[in-house]
């Protein structure tokens, strides 16, 4: 069974661009979770998604959205990026949506802003 | 809201030692979910361990375990027979537990475990 699948694995782009990340869950998955990784903040839960549904959203500024199709596959979305956009992003899928369920993890898109 | 806290930035362990991460956490919620993840170079979080709140067993698998102290809000790692193939960054997280939909991991700073051959 494949995994989460994150693409692409790295990307640079300049500040004022804007960048799509993708995440490909799990088969059968229908929970997308995203999280930003930074050194200084660590992992801050950026939203999450459920049946093409945003159920959750963090504390992140408008400039970061996301989607979520019909077979589950999810993107996130940055426009206007700032160097503090830098980060790793990590996607995570679910089969459940409850608190119990395992989340397993892709390999994140490394995201450098310059 | 709740936090979770990592006291520890670095550790490191002898091969074939024991090491215990710690971890505590503040909520007033009285039924949650804690885990621990690694997250080793390759950057992909894996899933170590997991506890119910409501269980008052302490979770194990295999050489992992975890000592769950709910009152004192504190859910420790227990490392034994350390490999070097543990070597990784080891996360703490907390979930609420929500009727319906998930709610998002809320995450330590992580700890730095380092395997000395």
């Known amino acids: 069974k494949a995994g989460v699948t994150q693409t692409p694995r790295y990307l640079i782009k300049t500040r004022g661009q804007q960048v799509t990340l993708s995440c490909s869950p799990i088969s059968g998955h229908r929970s997308v979770s995203w999280y930003q990784q930074t050194p200084g903040q660590g992992l801050q839960f950026l939203f999450e998604y459920f049946s ?20 589950s596959r999810s993107e996130m979305n940055v426009s206007t990026l700032e160097l503090g956009d830098s980060a790793l992003y990590l996607c995570a899928s679910s089969f459940l949506n409850r608190g119990s369920t395992e989340a397993f993890f892709g390999q994140g898109t490394r995201l450098t802003v310059v | 809201a709740q936090t979770v806290t990592q006291s520890q930035p670095e550790m490191s362990v002898q091969e074939a030692e024991t090491v215990t991460l710690s971890c505590t956490y503040d909520t007033s919620e009285s039924d949650y979910y804690l885990f621990w993840y690694k997250q ?72 730095r475990l380092s395997v000395i051959a």
Do not use: H, W
Not at chain 2, 67 to 95: E, H, P, T, V, W
């Open chain 2, 40 to 111: 080793p170079p390759s950057r992909q979080m894996i899933l170590v361990i997991r506890q119910e709140a409501y269980k008052q067993q302490n979770a194990t698998e295999n050489r992992f375990s975890v000592n769950f102290q709910k009152a004192a809000k504190s859910f420790s790692l227990k490392i034994s027979d350390s490999q070097l193939g543990d070597a990784a960054m080891y996360f703490c997280a907390y979930r609420s537990v929500r009727n319906s939909g998930n709610t998002p991991l809320v995450f330590g700073k992580g700890t």
């Open chain 1, 52 to 71: 093409e549904t945003q159920r959750n959203k963090g504390n992140f500024p408008g400039r970061f959205s996301g989607r979520q199709f019909s077979n």
